[in-house]
């Protein structure tokens, strides 16, 4: 070890406080892996950096994606990684990888900062990780080559994570001449930033053996808990949630069932089942984001994580079965290829036509037509859902047809109408999945979820009403959604006038004790507008959708969120 390629740093945030600030300016592009560590995002982002992400897999950060993006012309100044037990999602950068991107930072001549808190943290027994990123820089490890260059390469190493956090003491390491950059600036005249009471503390440490002993106790404990954790998670939750086991570091990295959005899936559990975790939207803005959580096996013993495991399962469980839980992310961008789920649409209709017509196109939300099921009821060899757009009568005929083919198939149950055959639904239900939905909208739902939250914040003497316009073939009034919405408001508290004080008999009714009026006005789409009144106001949240294809790929979402659930009922 050469000490010349160390230099002392108050802990990796000051680390990276004081590269953005002597080696970036406001404006500059930086490339981080997605998911990425958000602290250090958040750092990037107070300089003024413009962030890209390039996606992280089981062998880490995917060089091959950046090297595409740098041919097209993307020329960052730096790129952030966390190649050692990743944060969140725990995996390492091979050996090869981490060849190619040293290559490609001199080729395109941008500098790797790589956040190696997690690189002594390997459990007991696992594989030892690749040297440090820096030991690839030829500029540090072997100076006088001539094509050595000044170095794109800074390792970031921290006594947080392998002493103590409070000490917020830690170190660079890379090749001389990156370094001087950085000790010559302003900052470090008079040592800002540096407490050397703390730094010589450490050194103590290491003199003494200290760290070494407590560095060997805390892989040993980490890999117990990881251990623990990840057997509790398999025991309670069985195949719900999908991980892989990690082999050092503190976090596990879980997918969730198709459909659970992880930052709903976050705010619902520590109220109703007391746990805690961080959504995977936290670690990056990409679709795949919604679909993760983050754990950590490092702050809690065995029995509080086998706890854990369990109110995660139960609160999952919960979540999935509770009407109005989550509104179904979009699952995939295309619906092409293998990874498209197969649905076959009952009902073919104005909806239906526009099912089959979306899933064929570049937005199917996760789902492609496996085909119709027509009059002969018979169901499209690979289908995996079915959507039924038809009517009260057609859902009857689909169900006897579904039980005489013994099929357990996820029902998506879209049809208009009052008379749903809620006996033979709950039947079918106790071996599939049956998910009822009064409208595929995004937004209705929403509307939903904020008139609960408003609810809440209604001083006493106010009341609410509901008005909703659809087009002049609209065959149901009220809708079936204006029915979900008023039951919503309901639910939430929200009481109206008699019925005689506020309805027109001949355009109104009363539903769960809510005012409804129906419209029927040329080609609208369908208008649905929540009224909330008191002493001298008035407030009115409304959902227009503006265009029918928005139902159909709602339909579509739908499918590909109920192909991950267990048998019941779900109301959406």
């Not at 198939?409 to 039947?427: D, F, I, K, Q, S």
């Not at 929403?446 to 008005?467: D, I």
């Not at 001949?506 to 369908?526: C, E, F, K, M, N």
């Amino acid at each position: 070890m050469d000490p010349e390629t160390l230099f002392a740093v108050p802990g990796v945030t000051g680390a990276l406080s004081l590269i953005c600030s002597v080696l970036t300016r406001a404006g500059d592009t930086v490339v981080i892996g997605e998911p990425s560590y958000f602290l250090a995002l958040r750092i990037m982002q107070d300089f003024g950096l413009k962030v890209v992400g390039v996606p992280v897999d089981k062998d880490g950060l995917d060089v091959d994606h950046l090297e595409k993006l740098l041919e097209q012309g993307l020329s960052p100044t730096a790129l952030y990684t966390v190649p050692v037990f990743h944060n969140p999602t725990g995996y390492t950068l091979s050996h090869e990888r981490r060849v190619k991107l040293v290559a490609l930072a001199r080729k395109y001549n941008f500098l790797v900062l790589a956040d190696e808190v997690y690189q002594l943290l390997g459990f007991p027994g696992a594989d030892k990780p690749p040297a440090p990123l820096a030991y690839y820089d030829q500029a540090m490890t072997h100076p006088d080559s001539p094509d050595a260059g000044d170095g794109h390469v800074l390792s970031i190493g921290s006594f947080s994570k392998i002493l103590a956090p409070a000490l917020r003491v830690g170190w660079l390491q890379g090749a001389k001449p990156l370094l001087k950059r950085l000790y010559d600036c302003g900052q470090l005249d008079s040592s800002g930033g540096m407490n050397p009471v703390n730094f010589g503390i450490v050194q103590k440490a290491i003199d003494m053996g200290l760290q070494e002993q407590h560095l060997a106790a805390v892989r040993a404990e980490l890999g117990q808990r990881a251990a623990t954790l990840s057997d509790a998670l398999r025991s309670a939750a069985g195949d719900a949630l999908t991980f892989e086991q990690p082999q050092g570091g503190y976090f596990l990295w879980l997918q969730l069932p198709a459909g659970v959005d992880s930052a709903a899936f976050a705010d619902y559990a520590p109220t109703k089942h007391q746990v805690k975790f961080l959504p995977g939207t936290k670690f990056g803005s990409g679709p795949l984001m919604k679909t993760f959580i983050r754990l950590s096996a490092s702050w809690y013993d065995g029995g509080d994580l086998a706890v854990g495991a369990q109110r995660l399962s139960e609160a999952l469980t919960a979540f999935r079965s509770a009407a109005g839980g989550s509104i179904p992310a979009a699952v995939a961008a295309t619906g092409e290829g293998a990874t498209a789920v197969p649905m076959a649409v009952h009902g073919q209709g104005r909806l239906g036509s526009l099912i089959a017509q979306v899933a064929s196109g570049p937005e199917s939300q996760g789902a492609r037509m496996a085909g119709f099921i027509g009059h002969d009821g018979v169901i499209p060899a690979d289908t995996a859902v079915v959507v039924d757009v038809s009517s009260p009568a057609g859902t009857v005929a689909l169900l006897k047809s579904l039980r005489a083919s013994g099929s357990k198939l996820p029902l998506v149950v879209g049809t208009t109408g009052h008379n749903l055959p809620m006996a033979e639904l709950r039947e079918y239900s106790k071996t599939a999945a049956v998910v009822l939905c009064s409208n595929f909208s995004v937004g209705v739902p929403l509307l939903q979820s904020l008139v609960a939250a408003t609810a809440g914040k209604l001083p006493a003497g106010w009341h609410g009403e509901l008005t909703e316009v659809h087009h002049v073939a609209k065959k149901d009034a009220p809708s079936g959604t204006a029915k979900t919405i008023a039951g919503a408001m309901a639910a939430a508290g929200i009481r109206g006038l008699p019925a005689q004080a506020g309805v027109d008999p001949a355009s109104g009714s009363v539903v769960s004790g809510i005012p409804t009026h129906a419209q029927r006005l040329g080609d609208t789409v369908g208008t649905h507008t929540v009224h909330l009144a008191g002493p001298g106001e008035r407030v009115e949240i409304t959902h227009t959708a503006t265009k029918r294809e928005v139902f159909a790929l709602g339909a579509s979402r739908m499918a590909a969120w109920a192909k991950g659930l267990s048998p019941g009922v779900y109301v959406r």
